[in-house]
């Protein structure tokens, strides 16, 4: 199903001279990106109301889309209206001897990306949103109806309303934010006091819902028509919203949960967690836990991943996990962002991620369970692989790699560890947490960036993991399987000599090993990344092609790439050898 949305828009002047209300919806080139979607009504007290409604509305529907794709919706809103409302005050400042010249305006916006909304409001405008939903004002045939906004008025002794904010009024504006998810079937509906004056919200319900086979533009007239039946004595105007369809769920959906919701408390097996039963405590390293649990209404095993105690106030560590949830979405299907093959199961690689229910009541991420065992365990078992058995892993994990890269997602944490061999005899991998796609902040992309040891020379010299720190990685990992050794040791983070050596040829440590295999991980390894494999795609090659076609091996490193202190080191002996040799003959030797 896809992103589409039934507009409606009516707009009259009532039983005044002029309409002062301005409003409007815009749905980008680009369905990614949603729509977005306001209503505007200028103060009556000065002359330029309907300018300034008309200018704020249609300024903000023409940059929104316009603004960078990272920028968070409502930072975009911020910007947009803090700009128009600066511009409405510097206005008013400089017309603030003529009478009745002030520009002010409300201002309700609403945008729709992915299954979320944003809520942005100014003044007393309204927004609403009718569902059948428990809580809220019932229409008809059960639907709710509910208030997503707070008026920023009062009532003066006359009965009029007397805002106490709006877009050009103060010199910072202070904006009402409000966030949610959007259901298939959803109708949001955006008015002015003249309609929500004279109106009940069971009656705005039912005009909104309008009668069957009913278009958007139909309710929105029905409910302005209707306004002025009741002897609206405002300007009314009506912006009717249905969703009929969504796309799949985003990285701004998953973001906006991680700020809506908090981890869960620590679970015992067998305490609930929404429509789960914790089974058992799997893994809990400080910064994340994972649990085995139970779905309750499949009956299926599940992995639910979510932050350790300590770590769920960090906003970057919520905001990773919620990147690695869209990660997830995004890898675990050929399609790349569709929910898995045609029998609902992930395709082979990457283990599935069950997209978050409307209930959540935590932040947390769900995967599929698969029986089996990592590479580490593999190994911890003892006994050495036969090299049919390594060639033939590393050739379904070079796929996976190459698949990663070619959707712009780095791994950065290839290891043992985050290699599976499931039950069904197919290799995954695991933990997307550290992993980047270039759509998060550089906050979040310096957490959790490798394990050392696995981690290519040059991220010690500051520079960014990139695709081929995922092959480098996988080659150590290789490498370390076949030999039972680290190509360049045990690496700690405070080590200073850390390549100082290349790695042992993997035919000295096992004479098994054809020497095309030992061509082909001296080569992944190289301390030089001029002489390893650029893409995942190279590596495959070489291990499809074997003996066929084998590779040269990579030349020895020179002592001064490896350590570029050693010409000083041995300048420094030399002087002091000559100095030595130097003072012995001016003391001892005859002249």
């Known amino acids: 199903m896809s992103f589409e949305i039934d507009v409606g828009y009516a707009s009259r002047p009532g039983l005044r001279d002029s309409n002062e209300d301005f409003a409007g919806a815009l749905r980008d080139a680009d369905p990614g990106r949603g729509l977005v979607a306001a209503v505007a009504d200028g103060v009556s007290s000065g002359s330029r109301g309907r300018e300034a409604a ?93 208030q997503l906004s707070q008026d920023h008025a009062f009532e003066a002794l006359d009965f009029r309303a007397r805002l106490t904010r709006a877009v050009g009024l103060d010199d910072g504006v202070r904006i009402d934010y409000l966030q949610g998810d959007v259901r298939p079937g959803d109708c949001f509906i955006l008015t002015s006091d003249g309609v929500h004056g004279v109106l009940k919200p069971a009656v705005l319900a039912r005009l909104a819902r309008g009668a069957d086979g009913g278009t958007a533009q139909q309710a929105a007239e029905a409910i302005v028509e209707a306004a002025l039946a009741a002897r609206s004595r405002d300007n009314a105007t009506a912006l009717v919203l249905r969703v009929l369809g969504l796309d799949a769920r985003d990285l701004g959906d998953e973001m906006a949960d991680a700020r809506r919701l908090g981890a869960p408390p620590p679970r015992r097996p067998g305490e609930p967690l929404d429509g789960y039963t914790i089974t058992a405590l799997v893994h809990d390293n400080g910064v994340h836990r994972l649990y085995q649990a139970r779905d309750r209404a499949s009956g299926s095993l599940v992995a639910i991943k979510t932050l350790s105690p300590g770590r769920q106030g960090d906003p970057d560590e919520r905001a990773m996990l919620a990147h690695e949830a869209w990660l997830g979405l995004r890898l675990a299907s050929p399609a790349g962002i569709t929910a898995g ?216 490193t020179p002592l001064l790439q490896r350590d570029p202190r050693a010409l000083l080191v041995g300048a420094l002996v030399v002087s002091l050898l000559f100095n030595a040799l130097l003072v012995v003959w001016l003391l001892f030797l005859p002249r």
């Open 54 to 146: 008309q200018t704020t509305v249609m300024g903000l529907l023409a940059d929104f889309f316009a603004v960078p794709e990272t920028w968070e919706t409502t930072v975009a809103f911020d910007r947009l209206i803090g700009a128009q409302n600066a511009w409405l005050v510097q206005h008013n400042r400089l017309h603030a001897r003529e009478a009745d010249a002030a520009a002010l305006t409300t201002l309700t916006a609403l945008a729709l990306r992915g299954q979320t909304w944003t809520l942005a409001h100014v003044g007393d405008t309204r927004a609403w949103l009718c569902r059948d939903d428990a809580g809220a004002t019932p229409g008809r045939d059960g639907d709710q109806l509910l």
């Open 341 to 556: 093959t045609a029998d609902g199961q992930a395709s082979p690689g990457f283990v599935r991620v069950h997209p978050r229910g409307a209930q959540v009541s935590a932040l947390y991420v769900v995967y599929d369970w698969h029986e089996g065992r990592t590479l580490r365990q593999i190994q911890a078992d003892g006994g050495a692989p036969t090299v049919a058995e390594v060639v033939g892993a590393a050739t379904a994990i070079a796929r996976l790699v190459g698949r990663m890269h070619r959707l712009g997602v780095v791994h950065r944490d290839i290891k043992p560890d985050n290699l599976h061999l499931g039950q069904d005899g197919h290799w995954r991998v695991l933990d997307l947490g550290s992993a980047v796609s270039g759509r998060e902040s550089a906050a979040q992309r310096e957490l959790h960036g490798g394990t050392p040891s696995y981690m290519n020379p040059e991220q010690w010299e500051d520079a960014p993991a990139d695709a081929g720190s995922d092959l480098f990685a996988l080659g150590v990992t290789l490498y370390q399987w076949l030999t039972g050794r680290l190509p360049y040791g045990e690496v700690e983070p405070y080590q200073l000599g850390r390549y100082r050596r290349d790695p042992v040829p993997a035919t000295r440590l096992r004479p098994d090993v054809p020497i095309w295999l030992d061509h082909l991980l001296a080569k992944a390894v190289a301390r030089d990344p001029r002489q390893r494999f650029e893409t995942a795609e190279e590596l495959l090659l070489a291990l499809e092609r074997g003996a066929a076609r084998p590779l040269n091996p990579p030349p020895a």
